[in-house]
């Protein structure tokens, strides 16, 4: 049975339309990660040092998985017991030796709703232009 020609055409036009709507909705993810993690560094505490500096976009094995962390490497320090301990999440949840001082997650929460309605309307905004063509 031959293949309506429309059919055919409709098939190439969501296919491409596919791909354009992942693109954008990537671009826009990066913009994103990268806005929420300069939120975040404005805000870390600055007494210890390193600790705006760890603050970083990280890729996903997948382009649509971005990852904004803090700490790591930059930010690992001998505590008084002898065992190292990620400073960056002594300041985000306390120790019982310190008072929290979160930095991270509440500019997240801050942020998670104005992040997704965005990337909300870019995505909705590219359907609707192409689906006007």
Do not use: C, W
């Amino acid at each position: 049975m031959a293949v309506n020609a429309s059919v055919e055409r409709f098939r190439k036009l969501t296919v491409d339309l596919q791909k354009e709507v992942h693109d954008l909705a990537v671009a826009e993810l990066n913009v994103q990660a990268a806005r929420l993690a300069e939120t975040i560094r404005s805000v870390a505490p600055t007494d210890e040092g390193g600790l705006k500096h760890s603050v970083r976009v990280v890729p996903g094995k997948k382009d649509t998985v971005v990852r904004v962390v803090a700490g790591g490497q930059l930010t690992i320090r001998q505590s008084i017991s002898s065992k190292p301990y990620d400073y960056a999440r002594a300041d985000e949840f306390g120790t019982v030796n310190m008072q929290a001082r979160p930095f991270f997650f509440p500019t997240y929460r801050l942020m998670r709703k104005r992040i997704r309605s965005s990337m909300r309307r870019k995505i909705t905004a590219s359907i609707k232009k192409r689906s006007a063509v």
